[in-house]
């Protein structure tokens, strides 16, 4: 699989023929190219050798197994997992594939459930009593 080449001849340029995506496991990530120059009717000539190697970029995002989970919860679940993410970055090396994970802010999925790593579960007792005394003080002050 040659994809690369010389631009002409004459000129010593050597370009690529085709994208080189590091990600693709048919492409190699080195290629040793050894060259030789002739002069004027080949009467003598000199080698060199290109040694290319592919870089990594970042040009991949995260994919998930499931866009959307939909969790059947019985109350009172404390300390409870619901449930683990697990996803990939198809990017090659690191720090290109790591991934992290964020409940997007929310001030109400956010007092309910706590997101470590990549596991999602009911928050913690005390910060579930401080939510459920502030959402119960919200609603008698809306009633009354
Ligand atoms: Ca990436
Ligand atoms: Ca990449």
Redo the contacts with the bound molecule.
């Keep these: 699989m040659l994809m690369m080449r010389f631009q002409s001849l004459y000129s010593g340029v050597i370009t690529i023929s085709q994208p080189l995506d590091y990600d693709d496991p048919a492409i190699p990530h080195f290629w040793i190219l050894k060259i030789r120059a002739y002069d004027n009717d080949r009467v003598h000539s000199t080698t060199g050798t290109l040694t290319v190697i592919l870089q990594d970029v ?5 994919q998930c197994t499931q866009d959307r989970y939909v969790i059947e919860l019985p109350e009172n679940p404390l300390e409870t997992r619901l449930v683990s993410l697990i996803c990939t ?3 090659g090396t690191d720090p ?3 991934i992290t994970y964020h409940l997007i802010v929310d001030k109400f999925s956010n007092e309910i459930f706590t997101l470590t790593n990549n596991e999602i579960k009911p928050c913690d007792p005390l910060s579930c009593q401080l939510s459920v005394t502030l959402a119960t003080i919200i609603c008698s002050y809306h009633v009354s």
């Design positions: 970042n040009d991949n995002p995260p970055d198809k990017d290109n594939n790591n």
